[in-house]
């Protein structure tokens, strides 16, 4: 999986990496989407959300636009393999996926619920506007599942305009 980054203004998608920091900040509306699994998720969360049935998903935006936009993150979506779109979980129905879960060994110990609750509401991508040259970062949840592509709406608020796009996996 590569980081990728959709450029509204240059409609291209771009590898993360393959840009210099300075450019990527200088460049229209950008959108960074990144599943996260295994041990790089347990960097920022106590357990390991996707062995739990949960897949943390970080998202983060740029704006180096003049233009203001709106978002809701329920409007970002993954796309699964057979083409479903499945919306972020809310944050209780993910914990609920995590307290459910099987333990992943005889030995290993369950995951702190309390400890991860309040982690993951910390790092929730909740951001619904984006001013002009502003940023947003965080993170939703999905079912763990295989994703091919994730789906992001945004509106630009002075026309009421939607723009949409794909970012591929």
């Known amino acids: 999986e590569f980081d990728r980054i959709l450029d509204l203004a240059g409609g291209r998608t771009l590898e993360a990496e393959a840009l210099p920091l300075a450019e990527r900040e200088s460049q229209g509306l950008q959108v960074l989407i990144t599943p996260v699994r ?35 993150p329920d409007d970002i979506v993954m796309v699964r393999s057979d083409g479903e779109r499945v919306p972020p979980l809310a944050l209780p129905a993910a914990l609920e996926r995590i307290r459910q879960a099987p ?9 702190d619920l309390s400890t991860l609750s309040v982690q993951m509401k910390e790092k929730l991508f909740t951001a619904r506007e984006m001013r002009s040259d502003s940023s947003a970062e965080g993170y939703l949840f999905y079912p763990a599942a295989t994703y091919k592509r994730a789906r992001v709406r945004v509106t630009e608020a002075q026309s009421g305009e939607t723009e949409g796009f794909m970012i591929e996996f």
Request: hydrophobic letters at 45%; a negative charge.
């Open 103 to 111: 333990a992943p060994s005889a030995d290993a110990p369950a995951p």
């Open 38 to 72: 295994g041990l790089e998720a347990r960097m920022d969360f106590a357990a390991d959300l996707t062995a739990a049935g949960v897949l943390p998903v970080r998202v983060v935006i740029h704006n180096g636009t003049t233009s203001q936009y709106e978002l809701d």
